[in-house]
């Protein structure tokens, strides 16, 4: 379980999954201190996470080899009904181009892009 609870400066929010602390914040022109990652990067933070995490772990599987894995990611904001993501992942090391084509083009369905693309439904978490 993940909680936020605000702090006392203004929108900072310490988020916990009980093991981890991370803080977050808006920007500075909606008040915030734009001190920490405002929650909307914090969405592109775990998808990136995620995409170079499922990716490294299919290399290691196939016997690959390589120097880095870089997954860029940025998010139009502005219509908040036609959300688009938009992706670049580089990997580095001695694999040919094809197949880090082929790895890049089937890597998209780790498990924080299969929450992004589908159907969300939210119900009240019952606390003891």
Same mark, same amino acid.
């Given at each position: 379980m993940v909680t936020a609870t605000s702090k006392e400066t203004n929108y900072v929010t310490e988020i916990t999954d009980g093991e981890h602390v991370i803080y977050s914040d808006t920007i500075k022109s909606d008040n915030g201190t734009g001190d920490y990652v405002n929650p909307a990067d914090m969405i592109l933070a775990a998808y990136t996470a995620c995409v170079n995490i499922t990716l490294r772990k299919r290399m290691r599987a196939e016997g690959l080899v390589w120097d880095k894995v870089t997954v860029h990611a940025d998010m139009n904001r502005?219509?908040?009904?036609? %959300?688009? %993501?938009?992706?670049?992942?580089?990997?580095? +090391?001695?694999?040919?181009?094809?197949?880090?084509?082929?790895?890049?083009?089937?890597?998209?369905?780790?498990?924080?892009?299969?929450?992004?693309? +589908? +159907?969300?439904?939210?119900?009240?978490?019952?606390?003891?």
């Open positions: 502005k219509d908040p009904e036609d %959300i688009k %993501i938009y992706t670049k992942i580089i990997i580095e +090391g001695d694999i040919p181009q094809e197949k880090k084509d082929e790895l890049i083009a089937n890597v998209l369905d780790c498990p924080i892009c299969k929450v992004l693309k +589908g +159907g969300k439904s939210f119900f009240p978490l019952e606390m003891e």
